[in-house]
């Protein structure tokens, strides 16, 4: 064999083996070591063999010269041939509906052909070196029964199993279909992973501030927008949150409080965040979202824009999210389903959407330990998932025979959703008949007439069968009901007065006969409620959709006792009817965004009247205030103006009223006579105590003393905080449907005297500074390198994301100086920093205050109080108070360095002036 030659078979191998190294992605790196290893095993054979010479059997018959180039090439052309034909099946395996990538990869997974690949360029490459260095006549006869015969063996093996997948269609498509689910859960469920954690502390945060009261029509929002376009969330440090939230809390003094004189009632704000890990920011979205019962000012309002969006942790340029990486695959199964059904392949066309949904019900219900349950993240997925269904279905119109064909395989869906235990999947299901319901009446020609008695059938047997299915869990039974609800109002919408009451006939006779436990007849009701009140709505508007047919709303007026007429007008009233949006009928898209008054829940209460005073049975005595409520708002309509009462009416009317009198008499004095809970009280001083161990920053560096020097000024030592709350905080029931929780209080408290003693300490260090320098990274670079060895020793107290230049702050030399020192970040400083040498920097001393009624807090410095001494208000309140004894002072010889243009230094001193309201 020529040199060339040799040359040329070797470019030729490498050539194959960089071509289909993608091949090798399905093969595990335990298999790749395996063949690395007998690689490695057979070189050193075959080096053995070359130089101990052939055996004494081989001598007299010797391979013929050249044997092993032969060998080489016919075991190149069979991986060529192999490569070539598993290349060819990989791109023209399958119909359109499942040429997909993650298809095409496991199908030459489930051919092996990833084996035939690796163990056929590993026995190349063995070949090669015993062609090329170690030729023997044992090596020849080695390859050829171990590498060569394998090699052939597999490929033979790969062709089969590819012409067996091309023999058994349905094989086909259960294989694309487990490596859709597959894949697409693996990637969200990596996401979830990637993200669980920063999703856990930004949850954290949703009872960082107050939930009790409301701030007014008065309301002022401040938005906070993102502070960087078009990069993924990777977390939001929940810290400086709170360090935003702390600076709108209720206010810390210094010095006594007074006895309930000059206390205010806490407005707290509420903060919202809008953003979540893992989400892409966009252009102009809000990121936070500040409402506060009074305006603040400019400066107020930089420092928690500059606050929150420092709290913002991004991921690095070019992440890519699950939803981009995934459209692609999805987008060709939706393709599938319109090309075919326009070419009248209706074959490919059902077996592509019967793929499509298989693959959304297996990603929805696969459910991985590690997914997150944010509502947002589920919200994103689900509407992604869903909107692949819900597009497809939009060529439904393009003949009765496609849309046969989308309402067979909704029934399909719908029969197997309860089993897959996800409520949002069995909604979507049923979604699917409204869909193509609304399709056919809006646009439908005569040929579609025959549509509209199937999907109203379907919907009846789907309530009928949940009704007993083994799966109440999931309520199909009650879904069913509201979805042909969501039929007979879109037949209305649509003007078709027969097809709305084909659907409101099959509705007023479920369960008409078998109804166990009156679950199903109540939805019924409530239905037929919802519908009377939009014809009322659609009336008394002059809408065009209005039948004006008085049979029609015979046929939607709810008959039974009238407890069961509140049974079923309560379930409208809690929203919590099941499936139906019944609550959005009533509105339109506005270009402009503008709020729209939403009239339809009066019509149903109206409805409900009308059926309450044509029914008959005893009221319900009002027991909870859910029901007292909903009595006093039938007061309000009874006794409108211009209304004429009929006797039952009359009689209904004064039966109201002496349930809501007896009520109202004894709800305010049953939340003022319950007493204070032990329990809330030592809920609330542990989340005081949790908070403030996890929440010191400045202050936990700073060495606390046992005595006060008696040089020390003492005169201002109190820290202390006095507000009023609603009493619901600190009560063990509920009283007027308000929920309040205590931990609530402890976070608000701890934070403000974190914030208060930061300030106390920055105070301090201020009076003593020595050095005035200018507030930039440089600046403070060049002091720290100055200080050489000493550095370690000092402290360097900054504000949250830095001073001046974003860029100088992060750079690389800055950043080493910064490791020089111990740097503190705090909310308490706003446009200066302060360097001190912790030799002889402050100390403290702190206490609980000593004052009657306040008892220390265990584990803190901390006293608080709870006092009832709230007069004349209207609401029961509570009165709480905290103190602590806090006295800091500078040491001897102690150098300050103060980073801040001199207008920055009086606007300090005129901030921390402004926090001691009182002194002692």
Not at 226 to 254: C, D, F, H, M, S
Not at 381 to 407: K, T
Not at 728 to 755: C, M, S, W
Not at 781 to 806: C, M
Request: charge should be negative.
């Amino acid at each position: 064999m020529t040199v060339s030659t040799r040359r040329r078979w070797i470019d030729a191998a490498q050539k194959m083996l960089s071509s289909n190294w993608g091949k090798l992605s399905s093969m595990k790196w335990r298999d790749i070591l395996i063949l690395a290893f007998a690689f490695a095993l057979s070189v050193a054979i075959l080096a053995i063999s070359y130089y101990a010479g052939d055996p004494d059997w081989l001598v007299n018959h010797p391979a013929v010269p050249g044997s092993n180039g032969i060998l080489w090439q016919v075991q190149t052309t069979f991986l060529s041939v192999g490569f070539a034909g598993l290349a060819i099946a990989a791109q023209l395996f399958a119909e359109a509906p499942l040429a997909i990538g993650a298809s095409r990869d496991r199908v030459l997974e489930h051919v092996r052909a990833g084996w035939f690949v690796g163990v056929g360029l590993t026995a190349n490459a063995v070949i090669a070196v015993g062609t090329v260095w170690l030729p023997s006549s044992i090596g020849t006869l080695g390859v050829a029964i171990g590498w060569f015969v394998a090699t052939v063996m597999l490929l033979v093996s790969s062709y089969i199993g590819l012409m067996r997948l091309f023999g058994r269609p349905s094989r086909l498509d259960e294989v694309v279909r487990v490596a859709l689910v597959e894949v697409l859960t693996s990637r969200l469920n990596t996401a979830s992973r990637k993200y669980a954690a920063a999703r856990c502390q930004r949850d954290s945060l949703a009872g960082s501030g107050f939930s009790v009261g409301d701030l007014g029509p008065s309301a002022v929002t401040l938005r906070v927008p993102v502070p960087q376009v078009g990069l993924v969330v990777k977390a939001i440090r929940p810290q400086l949150v709170l360090r935003a939230i702390a600076t709108l809390g209720p206010p810390l003094t210094e010095g006594g409080a007074d006895d309930g004189g000059s206390d205010d009632f806490s407005s707290p704000p509420q903060v919202d965040i809008d953003i979540e890990p893992g989400d892409r920011t966009r252009i102009g979205e809000t990121a936070f979202r500040i409402r506060t019962s009074q305006e603040l000012d400019r400066n107020v309002q930089d420092r928690l824009v500059r606050l929150l969006q420092s709290s913002i942790e991004f991921e690095a340029t070019g992440s890519v999210t699950p939803d981009e990486e995934t459209d692609r695959e999805i987008a060709i199964l939706k393709d599938a389903v319109g090309t075919s059904l326009r070419s009248g392949a209706y074959g490919t066309a059902e077996r592509a959407m019967e793929l499509l949904g298989q693959v959304v019900r297996g990603v929805w219900t696969a459910r991985p330990e590690s997914l997150d349950s944010s509502l947002r993240s589920s919200l994103t997925r689900r509407d992604w998932l869903y909107r692949s269904i819900s597009e497809v279905e939009q060529d439904a119109l393009l003949s009765p025979r496609a849309c046969g064909l989308f309402v067979g395989q909704a029934m399909t869906r719908a029969i197997e959703a309860p089993r897959t235990g996800s409520v949002e999947y069995v909604d979507e299901c049923l979604r699917s008949f409204t869909r193509v319901w609304f399709e056919v009446l809006r646009h439908g020609s005569a040929e579609f007439d025959s549509v509209p008695l199937r999907i109203v059938t379907c919907v009846q047997n789907l309530a009928v069968y949940s009704f007993a299915a083994e799966e109440p869990r999931h309520d199909l039974q009650a879904r069913a009901t509201w979805a042909m609800v969501e039929l007979v109002k879109l037949a209305l919408d649509g003007k078709q007065l027969e097809n709305a009451r084909l659907a409101a006939s099959e509705l007023n006779g479920l369960f008409e006969f078998a109804d166990s436990g009156g679950h199903g007849r109540m939805n019924v009701r409530a239905g037929q409620l919802v519908l009377s009140a939009w014809l009322d709505y659609l009336a008394a508007r002059g809408d065009t959709r209005d039948p004006g047919d008085p049979g029609m709303r015979a046929l939607l007026t709810p008959h039974g006792e009238r407890f069961e007429i509140l049974a079923a007008h309560a379930v409208t009233e809690r929203g919590a009817t099941l499936f139906s949006r019944w609550e959005w009928w009533e509105m339109r898209t506005s270009t402009s965004g503008r709020s729209q008054r939403v009239q339809l829940p009066h019509y149903i209460d109206c409805a409900a009247l009308d059926a309450l005073a044509s029914s008959y049975g005893s009221l319900p005595p009002a027991t909870d205030q859910e029901t007292a409520s909903g009595y006093r708002r039938f007061v309000r309509l009874l006794g409108g103006e211009g209304r004429e009462l009929s006797t039952a009416e009359s009689n209904l009317m004064q039966r109201f009223n002496d349930e809501v009198g007896k009520w109202d008499a004894t709800e305010d004095e049953r939340l003022a006579r319950e007493p204070l809970s032990q329990t809330k009280l030592d809920v609330l001083r542990i989340s005081l105590r949790e908070a403030l161990e996890s929440g010191q920053g400045l202050t936990a560096e700073v060495p606390v003393e046992t005595t006060v020097p008696e040089s020390v000024d003492t005169s201002r030592p109190i820290l202390s905080m006095n507000f009023r709350v609603p009493r619901h905080y600190l009560v063990d029931k509920v009283f007027n449907q308000t929920h309040a929780d205590p931990k609530e209080l402890g976070n608000v408290i701890a934070r403000g005297f974190i914030e208060g003693e930061e300030l106390r300490i920055l105070e301090e260090l201020r009076s003593q500074q020595n050095d005035l320098l200018d507030p930039t990274a440089q600046a403070i670079r060049d002091e720290i390198e100055s200080l050489g060895n000493e550095a370690k020793r000092y402290f360097l107290i900054t504000p949250y994301g830095g001073l001046g230049d974003p860029h100088a702050w992060y750079s690389a030399e800055f950043r080493e100086a910064l490791a020089q020192v111990t740097h503190i970040e705090t909310g308490a400083l706003d446009g200066e920093a302060i360097l001190f040498d912790r030799r002889s920097g402050v100390a403290l001393y702190r206490k609980p205050e000593e004052k009657v009624g306040l008892t220390p807090v265990e584990g803190t410095s901390i006293a608080m109080g709870v006092f009832e001494d709230v007069q004349d208000q209207d609401q029961p309140q509570v009165r709480i108070e905290t103190g602590e004894y806090f006295v800091v002072w500078a040491g001897d010889g102690t150098r300050v360095c103060r980073f801040a243009s001199p207008q920055a230094t009086e606007v300090g001193e005129i901030d921390a002036n402004n926090t001691s309201l009182d002194s002692d």
